[in-house]
């Protein structure tokens, strides 16, 4: 079987940890060159800010220097910014938040699509979440930069029309990252890991490698009619407003 991307030059941001660690493994098996990148230091990971305009720049110059083009640009970095109320952030919180998660995207999106253009056409994809979709999954701010993200990626998919560049989203439910340690760790000490994503319909919280194989998907040919679409990956919290229910058997439908 081929891989699904051979020959392909991708850059995945957030890559240090959780998944942007997974794609980056993902896209390099599936055949694809990676340029992986983090401001967090880790073996073959490149030292790179993803909200900071002149460190994005140098990326997308180093996969045109070093490997003759791009094709894949994966916009995964991301800040939680806790779990503090509208009434206890401050507009300094926000505009690092908005910074990283938000201001990262647009960055990735206003440099990679030249040179992806240059190429015949690929794909962006940036990381969202199901926060972006409706309450009570993240802060505020967070919550907010999602949903911005969701919405860029669908004007970015109408600005570029005719060069052949897809740019969709993926938004997580809960998944096991560095993100994450603290809700997962905190459960896991209280004896209640089973807990952990009782409120969606797969009562479970989810792997990194899950959203890989989603980015993949959106990376590669396979997706080649899809655009501007926000991908949902939660084990179906996101499909109902969540609530207890006991399980299947114990109670009429």
Not at 16 to 29: E, N, Q, T, V
């Given at each position: ?51 900071n305009e002149e ?50 995207p647009f960055l ?11 190429r015949g056409g ?132």
């Open positions: 079987m081929t891989a699904r991307l051979a020959g392909k030059v991708a850059i995945v941001t957030g890559a240090a940890s959780g998944i942007g660690k997974a794609s980056a493994a993902l896209f390099r098996a599936e055949g694809a060159t990676v340029i992986a990148a983090d401001i967090a230091e880790a073996e073959e990971v490149v030292a790179a800010d993803a909200g460190d994005v720049k140098r990326l997308v110059e180093q996969a045109a220097r070093d490997h003759g083009g791009l094709d894949i640009f994966f916009a995964n970095a991301g800040i939680s910014g806790g779990l503090a109320s509208i009434f206890e952030q401050t507009p300094e919180d926000w505009q690092e938040i908005l910074r990283v998660n938000l201001i990262g990735a999106i206003k440099h990679a699509a030249p040179l992806l253009k240059e690929g794909s962006i994809i940036c990381t969202a979440s199901v926060a972006g979709i409706r309450a009570g999954a993240g802060g505020p701010a967070y919550s907010a930069s999602k949903a911005g993200v969701i919405r860029l990626v669908q004007v970015a998919a109408t600005q570029l029309v005719g060069a052949n560049i897809r740019v969709n989203a993926i938004c997580p439910g809960l998944i096991e990252t560095g993100m994450t340690k603290g809700i997962y760790d905190t459960a896991r000490a209280a004896g209640k890991a089973d807990m952990i994503g009782h409120l969606n319909p797969l009562k479970r919280g989810g792997e990194a490698e899950e959203i890989a194989r989603a980015a993949l998907f959106l990376a590669s040919d396979e997706s080649s009619y899809v655009n501007g679409h926000a991908l949902v990956v939660d084990g179906g919290l996101s499909a109902s407003h969540p609530f207890y229910r006991q399980e299947y058997g114990r109670t009429a439908f």
